[in-house]
């Protein structure tokens, strides 16, 4: 099913940041391309070797790089995939979304995309309750939360 199909996996700044390394192994498992954004929060806790090293790709985390924003890196970023993989999408990266805010790599190609974003929650159950976390209003994506 995923097959020669090309994800770009943004990593949010959460203590589930971790599990992103095994979703990248289950991916490429799956035949899956994996292009990894890390978000400057998700380096507290994973680090760019990592994910770099089980992704196969170069980890891309600064919007401001030169080289990748001659060439307007992070709308290529965003078309290229065939789907955008928020894990762990924290309250900081949902509030972003909903609000159409874009000042870091991750949020930018987020707002940029027309592809399919799946944004997968990881957070406390009581910002997971507030409305500009889960998205409503936006009508562009939702993603339902539920503790545990």
């Not at 990593?11 to 292009?35: N, P």
């Not at 980890?59 to 965003?78: P, R």
């Not at 790599?105 to 027309?114: K, R, Y």
């Amino acid at each position: 099913m995923l097959d020669g199909k090309r994800i770009l996996l943004v990593i949010g700044g959460g203590i589930a940041a971790y599990k992103a390394l095994e979703l990248i192994r289950l991916f490429r498992k799956a035949g899956a391309a994996v292009t990894p954004v890390l978000t400057r929060a998700g380096t507290e806790f994973v680090t760019p070797l990592s994910v770099s090293v089980l992704a196969g790709e170069k980890v891309y985390t600064d919007l401001f790089d030169l080289t990748d924003e001659a060439e307007m890196g992070h709308i290529q970023l965003s078309r290229s995939a065939d789907l955008i993989v928020v894990a762990p999408a924290t309250a900081d990266l949902l509030a972003k979304m909903a609000q159409g805010r874009a000042d870091d790599l991750a949020s930018t190609l987020l707002l940029a995309t027309d592809t399919a974003v799946l944004a997968a929650p990881a957070m406390n159950v009581r910002p997971s309750r507030d409305s500009a976390q889960s998205g409503a209003g936006s009508g562009r994506w939702r993603a339902p939360c539920r503790p545990g």
